[in-house]
């Protein structure tokens, strides 16, 4: 069967990440973002979940060889136009992912380094955190950490290239340190979200090669939300593949995924989860009137 004409397909995304089943975070927030976002996913499970909207229970991470495979199977019948990092499960993933972008250098990558959950469940322990920036970073394009997560990558030991920083008497708690030092190990650009700042609005900036290149400030919602990071890296992915410069992705980006979480629900007993077709409800609502 012929394939449709390249100007009739959809910009696909392929999506690294971990299952979760409640569907507010991981690879399923992935796929509903990039899909309410005008692109195909392609998804790639890094480790199953058991979890609900409290948190997580256990993880069974996937072996590496399966998660080559999926990607491999996929890169051999399709091609893509950007790749979302988010939870990897392992060095040895991380090792396997890394080996496989090493193939696709042109092609953007959007990595969102998921280290923790909101409750605090730990997602990635030392040997991963130093795989990330070793293999990882010199492959991306633009990393997404919340400021928990910048000062984590950034203050571990052992990386005298992101450490250099402290020589020059700058400050490594600041954002904008942790910033650079992440572009010096490789990343072309870094979104620091500022959620977690104790800040009236919340602030997110980003930086590239020359300092910050944009900084957007947006009301903080209330409530605490499951799948935030994951709504805002998948829709950053998502408009680079329609052809966005980074400035530009980003600012949509961040609108889309706050206009997601005002929309959010509760449907259990724990977080509120991101709403990514808030915009089919209200062109239902409109229709109604």
Known sequence: ???????????????????????GAGVQADIMTLASMGCHPLSVITALTVQDTAGVEDILVIDADWVSDQARALLEDVSVAA?????????????????????????????????ASGRGDQ?????????????????TTIITPNSLEARRLTLDEGHEDIEDGEEQGQ????????????????????LV???????EQVVNTLYGSHGVVRSDKWERLPGSYHGSGC?????????????????EAVKDAQEYTWQA????????MGQYLPDRFFWARESADDDTA
């Open 1 to 23: 069967m012929p394939q449709d004409p390249p100007q009739l397909l959809p910009p696909i995304v392929m999506s690294f990440a971990a299952s979760d089943p409640t569907c």
């Open 83 to 115: 790749f979302k990092l988010g939870m990897l499960g392992s060095v040895e993933n991380i090792m396997a992912i890394a080996e496989i972008l090493a193939d696709y250098p042109d092609i953007p990558l959007v990595f969102d380094p998921v280290l």
């Open 123 to 139: 997602f990635a322990d030392e040997d991963m955190v130093d795989a990330m920036i070793e293999l990882l970073l010199p492959q």
């Open 171 to 190: 400050d490594p708690t600041t954002l904008a340190e942790c910033a650079r030092r992440l572009i010096v190990a490789g990343s072309e650009f870094v």
């Open 193 to 199: 979200t500022g959620t977690h700042e104790n800040t």
């Open 231 to 247: 709504t805002l890296a998948s829709a950053i992915a998502a408009n680079l593949a329609n052809g966005l410069e980074i400035a």
């Open 261 to 268: 979480l005002a929309a959010g629900f509760r449907p259990g």
